[in-house]
């Protein structure tokens, strides 16, 4: 099969390593994709926001299936318009239709569709600017800490959570009144905390059926002991301790089939990956948010522990076959690091030239954020690489990770010490 992948990040890179891998996978396209990308698949530069253009090339190269693997082209429709057209029938094609991906793209719908299909999540409202001084009151009524979340997609930094009334209360007009997330925070949730531990759970779906992944745990915080700014995700390791057997068993209890089969209820259609962001409030499950992708750097940890082919299993989904299907998982435990540049995720400077490559070892580095430069490799965004190792346990893993981190260099480098920590001495 000719397959083609949409994306340039981490997470594609992992996606693209492991598709790789199919015996049925003849050749792999990424679009845009990066330099990690290359080594598995030949990257096209393809304008995804054009259907004519991108239908085109996916009849030229004889596709016959196309991924999606960040938010934005779904939340965009991308799905929509390739399906729209008759010649492109024959073409398997993973990730939710915009109303699927709705999920993701309104925090309110998902948060109203999980009242309407009793899936346990915070309780909460949803203000616009008009409502703004009614906020202001609502935010009075919740006990701190208090949880904000812009309703539309703003790259994973759109949550705001804070013990200070004040803070808050600026945080809340700075989003409504100053937009401060653009149209993402035209509509603002605000809901109640949740005190417990989070974790990332994913299944892949065919609308009726699904299969579930290595769960995982990410580190959002840019600082160590999970201070500071959200970030688009400093580290993840996978398995995770506390998800044992009892705890899972109410996740698809609760939470995953209630979820699949409420998307079939409504007549919503979904093709593609499911993703789980739960926060564990004294062994007990609840719904944080939900994303219509795999996560990110959560693929990079995911994909190593997948033993089973992942084109067969994606292909298994376009065509409603995932009833029987059983996934193997690999019984390692995998984590990675994430090495970013100075600054971020506020200001900071690309362009840096990346070195120490040659001297990594037993790990795999998924490329987030690099260009070449006149056949140098520079760093080009905020997150620049993810280290991800397997070990036989989570500190030799986590040890083959950090040992390979302290091996790449750039200008104003920086990666948090402590993933995974937590969940070695709770």
Known sequence: MNL?????????????????QSPLCTQLFIAPGNPGTSQFGTNVDININNPDALAAFLLRENIEMMVVGPEAPLAAGL????QALPELRHIAFIGPTLDGARLEWSK????????????????????????????LQFLR??????????????????VIITSDFETAANELKDMLIGRRFGEASARVVIEEYLDGIELSVFVLTDGKNYVLLPEAKDYKRIGEGDTGPNTGGMGSVSPVPFADSVFMNK??????KP??????????????????GLMNVAGNPYVIEYNVRMGDPET?????????????????????????????????????????????????????????????????????????KDDTLVTAGGRVIAVSALGSSLPQALEIAYSNAEKIQFQGKYFRRDIGKDLLNP
Request: one cysteine or more; proline letters at 5%; aromatic letters at 10%.
């Open 4 to 20: 083609l992948l949409i994306g340039n990040g981490g997470r594609e890179h992992a996606l693209a390593w492991k598709m790789a």
């Open 79 to 82: 799905i929509d318009k390739m």
């Open 108 to 135: 309110d719908f998902a948060k109203a569709f999980m009242q309407r299909h009793h899936i346990p999540t915070a309780a909460y409202q949803t203000f616009t600017a008009e409502r703004y001084e009614e906020a």
């Open 141 to 158: 009524t919740l006990n701190p800490p208090y949880v904000l979340k812009a309703d539309g997609l703003a790259a994973g930094k759109g």
């Open 251 to 256: 996740v698809e209890e609760k939470i995953i």
């Open 259 to 276: 979820t699949v089969e409420g998307l079939a209820a409504e007549g919503i259609p979904y093709v593609g990956f499911i993703f789980f």
């Open 300 to 372: 990079e940890v995911v994909m190593p522990r997948l033993k089973s082919d992942l084109v067969e299993m994606m292909l298994k989904a376009a065509h409603g076959g995932l009833n029987n299907y059983r996934v193997e998982i690999l019984p390692d435990a995998a984590s990675c690091v994430m090495i970013v540049s100075g600054g971020y995720p506020g200001n900071y400077n690309t362009g840096f030239p990346i070195t120490g490559l040659e001297n990594i070892k037993k790990c795999n580095l998924f490329h987030a954020g690099t260009r070449l």
